[in-house]
Nanobody
Framework: VQLVESGGGLVQPGGSLRLSCAASGFTFSTYAMSWYRQAPGKERELVATIFSAGAGIHYADSVKGRFTISRDNAKNMVYLQMNSLKPEDTAVYFC???????????WGQGTQVTVSS
């Protein structure tokens, strides 16, 4: 199993970034995909989840209305479009995969997002 994030970087407040996660080694379409983030000195936070087969999407209150999670099952990709970025969005963002009802979660290596002027 491999999850590889990309698209992080430095952006000014109010700007946008699009994170991508390339998945391989498992049946992507049957897994719920999530983005987590962790800022220095803070607990890891669930940002957004997209369930398999159109079963729904969940966002943390802190990003609702600004971030959009999507997936392309044909390409085994999941995305996080981040708009109106704030300094408090600065964190390492992780892509994860979990099969609902089964133990364990796969994690990517993370990509740094820094929001600063």
């Amino acid at each position: 199993v491999q999850l590889v994030e990309s698209g992080g970087g430095l952006v000014q407040p109010g700007g946008s970034l699009r994170l991508s996660c390339a998945a391989s080694g498992f049946t992507f379409s049957t897994y719920a995909m999530s983005w987590y983030r962790q800022a220095p000195g803070k607990e890891r936070e669930l940002v957004a989840t997209i369930f398999s087969a159109g079963a729904g999407i969940h966002y943390a209150d802190s990003v609702k209305g600004r971030f959009t999670i999507s997936r392309d099952n044909a390409k085994n990709m999941v995305y996080l479009q981040m708009n109106s970025l704030k300094p408090e969005d600065t964190a390492v963002y992780f892509c994860t995969a979990v099969r609902v009802g089964f133990p364990g979660r796969y994690w990517g290596q993370g990509t740094q997002v820094t929001v600063s002027s």
